[in-house]
């Protein structure tokens, strides 16, 4: 299977940022934490960033403006006191030219192990997972808790670098646990049943959409019936089981077509159809436009 390539910070901010202003803001150990003004940050991404994935996880917080995301499949937009977050692994792309301020927190799932904080800890917050609601709207006095914990993390950062790892992540913790509150508060009041049942099956699709494409395999590794896992699943998510996996054949073919040269029928295979013609006719409908069409317009940013 042909490797994708799955960026750290530093080689992501070399590749699409590259700047020796941005440098000298950001530390040496970036790849484990590292928070920055989004002003000082986004100025110097001079091209679109394709479809690519990240090792680290990333919380964008705007105090001014918009910006704009696809995460997965989706588009979002956020504003003023409006957050996104990006897990770690997850399909990402944006275009350049945002006019925004704010704050961009990006830390390592090894960042949030430490004396006073379990190694699972992100198991706590569903937003944090692939399947989570990436786009938050906090209220305004969570906003106004959320941004001063940003303030606080960039201050020390700034500052001392990491050199204070336990202050670091006592504030990180801090602002996931004041996201989680208002993130819990907006989720869609389903059956915790449903949820959770909707929310195990786009975990195995995640990871097993290129050997597993029909919704019974999933309703037979569930222990219930396809009807049931259909009917579960479109009510919580408002799409069908077939459109989640769909999705994430699509996602992964994408980012081999950005990231790898194998030809077209090399990536049909590599996200599990054997049929190219089906392939490219699944991606035009899910884009708009044949992978090759794809690639060369990426080829041309």
């Not at 204070?164 to 049943?193: H, K, M, T, W």
Request: aromatic residues 12%; hydrophobic residues 40%; charged residues 20%.
């Amino acid at each position: 299977m042909s490797e994708i390539k799955l960026y750290d910070a530093p080689e992501f901010t070399a590749k699409f940022m590259p700047s020796e202003k941005l440098n000298a803001i950001l530390k040496e150990d970036r790849s484990k934490f590292f928070i920055v003004r989004v002003e000082e940050m986004y100025r110097h991404v001079n091209r679109p960033v394709p479809t690519s994935r990240s090792t680290i996880y990333s919380c964008l917080y705007l105090t001014e403006g918009a910006a704009s995301m696809k995460i997965g499949s989706e588009l979002y937009t956020i504003h003023c006191h409006e957050l996104l977050i990006v897990p770690a692994g997850q399909v990402f792309s944006f275009q350049e030219n945002d006019v925004n301020k704010g704050y961009l927190c990006g830390f390592h799932s090894d960042f949030l192990v430490g004396k006073w904080l379990k190694n699972n800890l992100l198991k706590e917050f569903d937003f944090l997972k692939i399947w989570g609601h990436p786009l938050i709207k906090p209220d305004a006095q969570s906003a106004q808790f959320i941004q001063s914990l940003y303030e606080r993390l960039l201050i020390d950062y700034s500052q001392n670098g990491l050199q204070n790892p336990g202050l670091l992540q006592s504030y990180l913790f801090a602002l996931l646990c004041e996201v989680n509150r208002v993130y819990q508060s907006v989720s869609p009041p389903d059956p915790i049943a449903a949820v959770t049942l909707t929310n195990r099956f786009r975990e195995l699709v995640f990871s097993l959409f290129r050997t597993k494409q029909r919704v019974s395999e999933y309703a037979a590794l569930l222990n219930i019936t396809p009807n049931h896992l259909n009917k579960t699943v479109r009510t919580v998510s408002g799409k069908s089981p077939t459109k989640w996996i769909d999705e994430a054949i699509m996602l992964e073919a994408k980012v081999l077509l950005c990231q790898t040269g194998l030809s077209i029928n090399e990536v049909a295979t590599q996200v599990g159809l054997d049929d190219p013609s089906y392939f490219t006719r699944l991606f035009k409908n899910f884009e708009g436009q044949t992978p090759t069409e794809f690639r060369r317009m990426i080829e041309k940013s």
